[in-house]
Every structure is written in structure tokens, then in C-alpha cells.
């Protein structure tokens, strides 16, 4: 006998509004003992104020697994298309400015 469970297939109805995504360059998360809250916003240079455009509220175990998806993914990306850089992170293969030595 197998005693593994059964893996269950899940259809996705992906609607036409949330086809289209939100944009969101900034993250704020948040957390409880029974859950995460990642709010979503856009942050636009020269202007001081952002709104949230998208809040997830998630267990703290779809949270640790949304990281270890994360991670996997941006290994892959990063294969593929290099590495990351996050702003202020130097990037040694580009000398721009004056230098001395």
C-alpha cells in the first residue's frame, strides 16, 4: 500500500482586473503571532506622501513559504538575466566619477 498522500490539483481563476497587476516598488511588512500584513505602495521621486495599493494579510506559514518560493525564483532569475543590484549596493564593473588612487 502507498500511504502518500495524494497531491491535489488546483485550478486558478485569474480575473481580468487582477490580470492586469498593481505596480508596487515599496513593501511595508508587518506582523502578528497569527499573521503577516505586506502592504504594497509606489513610491515617486519628489513626492513625500504614498498610499498603499495593495494589502496581503497571510499566515505565518504561507508567509515563510511565499519566502522560499521568493528565493528560489530570483535564484533562477538571477541565472539567468545575473545578479540583482539593489540601489546603493556598489557595482564594481562600472567606474563611473572621479577616482584616485
Request: proline share 7%.
Amino acid at each position: 500500500m502507498n500511504n502518500k498522500p495524494q497531491q491535489q490539483r488546483i485550478t486558478l481563476d485569474l480575473g481580468e482586473k487582477e490580470a492586469e497587476g498593481i505596480y508596487a516598488n515599496m513593501t511595508l511588512i508587518t506582523h502578528s503571532p497569527a499573521e503577516f500584513i505586506l502592504d504594497f505602495a509606489r513610491l515617486v521621486p519628489g513626492l513625500p506622501k504614498t498610499k498603499v495599493h495593495a494589502r496581503i494579510i497571510m499566515t505565518p506559514q504561507a508567509a515563510k513559504a511565499l519566502q522560499r518560493s521568493l528565493a528560489t525564483n530570483i535564484e533562477r532569475f538571477e541565472s539567468t538575466h545575473g545578479e540583482i543590484k539593489l540601489a546603493g549596493q556598489p557595482n564594481p564593473g562600472q567606474n563611473i566619477g572621479f577616482h584616485t588612487d
